[in-house]
């Protein structure tokens, strides 16, 4: 089966510097890469989302890349702000299938 | 409105009891599931239904017993609760077709002395 590795494990940065967390994945099968936000009591959330035609994508300050070749994926944060501040959680899945594969997730400090 | 609801938030009981999770969704989605977060922040898929029907059931405990009545409904029993179940435990929701956008609820932290 799928196994998903992230790294790091926890992250620390000032506000308005940028942070990255990556991913590597073992199935060459899987297509579709999501990332969650897990803000403190809550679920996590979709924050952005990346199919394996696809090399780059952009949502305002949240980019993330996708290097098929090399299996991994990394989830790119820019200009920081303490609300950024939450466990990430990248996961990988083949697209339109029920079945999602996490990785053990990145706690982000940004510090004001 | 909270789209996926489940009660109750805080669940503390002895060991050998039984409880149940409930989730409610609103979204009007096909697919629920249940997901386990251990200590380690871990996160674990445990069961999904697709319109009332058990499509994933990973190697869980069969102590561990899933019921949806309907497809807005998506339960957890647990039986003869044990130290290791300790966790929390999130319910979800996606629609079919496309990308399976997990839509979480808030999570029941269930603590097991």
């Known amino acids: 089966g799928e196994n998903v590795e992230q790294h790091p494990s926890t992250l620390s940065v000032q506000e308005g510097d940028s942070a990255v967390i990556k991913c590597t994945y073992s199935?060459?099968?899987?297509?579709?890469f999501p990332w969650y936000k897990q803000e403190l009591g809550k679920g996590p959330q979709l924050i952005i989302d990346?199919?394996?035609?696809?090399g780059e994508k952009k949502d305002q300050r949240i980019a993330v890349t996708l290097n098929k070749t090399a299996k991994h994926f990394s989830l790119h944060i820019t200009e920081t702000q303490p609300e950024d501040s939450a466990v990430y959680f990248c996961a990988a899945s083949l697209y339109n299938f029920n079945k999602f594969y996490f990785g053990s997730g990145t706690k982000l400090n940004v510090k004001p | 409105d909270t789209a996926v609801s489940q009660t109750p938030k805080y669940l503390v009981t002895q060991m050998g009891n039984d409880k149940s999770i409930k989730c409610e969704q609103n979204l009007g989605h096909d697919t629920m599931y249940w997901y386990k977060q251990d200590s380690k922040k871990f996160l674990k898929i445990m069961f999904s239904?697709?319109?009332?029907?058990?499509?994933i059931n990973e190697t869980v405990p069969n102590r561990f017993s899933p019921k949806s009545p309907d497809k807005a409904h998506l339960n957890l029993h647990i039986n003869s609760l044990e130290l290791g179940d300790s966790a929390v435990y999130f319910c979800?929701?996606?629609?079919?077709?496309?990308?399976?956008?997990?839509?979480f609820g808030n999570g029941t932290r269930l603590t097991v002395t």
């Open positions: 239904y697709n319109n009332k029907e058990l499509i």
């Open positions: 199935d060459s099968a899987s297509n579709y």
């Open positions: 979800a929701s996606s629609q079919e077709g496309g990308p399976r956008v997990l839509h």
């Open positions: 990346i199919r394996s035609n696809v």
